[in-house]
């Protein structure tokens, strides 16, 4: 999926020329942030970000995970949808979870122990009071 990287909007649209809804397309092009965006010159369709507002972005408190999956399973492209570097920025096995049909909640709730270690490990870095 390209991002918007090519676009006014990085970041902030996901598209693919074969994602089967249409509603919403863009096209990324040569700029000074991207020489060489992926699905470069070609009509991209998915979904605009970009009508979300400041104060809805803030009352997120985690990661939306739906979108991502609404996006897999609307792509139907079974595991060739994910690359290998998405394992390694996910930094979790999410593309088996997310292909073997767990639900979001169910996926979270295999982050929780390695939460709780990182919580305890980085205390001791700590140089004001934790907020949780």
Request: no cysteine; aromatic share 8%; net charge negative.
């Given at each position: 999926m390209?991002?918007?990287r090519g676009t006014d909007y990085p970041f902030r649209v996901?598209?693919?020329?074969?994602f089967p809804l249409k509603t919403f397309s863009f096209i990324a092009?040569?700029?000074s942030a991207n020489k060489s965006p992926l699905y470069m010159?070609?009509?991209c369709y998915g979904l605009d970000f970009r009508n979300l507002s400041t104060d809805e972005l803030k009352q997120m408190t985690q990661i939306n995970l739906k979108w991502m999956m609404n996006v897999y399973s609307t792509m139907n492209k079974g595991s060739g949808?994910?690359?290998d570097y998405f394992d390694k920025l996910a930094g979790v096995d999410m593309r088996n979870q997310i292909t073997?049909?767990?639900?979001?909640?169910?996926?979270r709730q295999s982050w929780v122990n390695g939460i709780e270690q990182f919580i305890k490990k980085r205390k001791k870095y700590l140089l004001y009071e934790d907020f949780r």
């Open positions: 390209s991002l918007g996901v598209g693919h020329p074969d092009k040569v700029n010159n070609k009509t949808f994910f690359t073997s049909g767990q639900s979001e909640e169910q996926i």
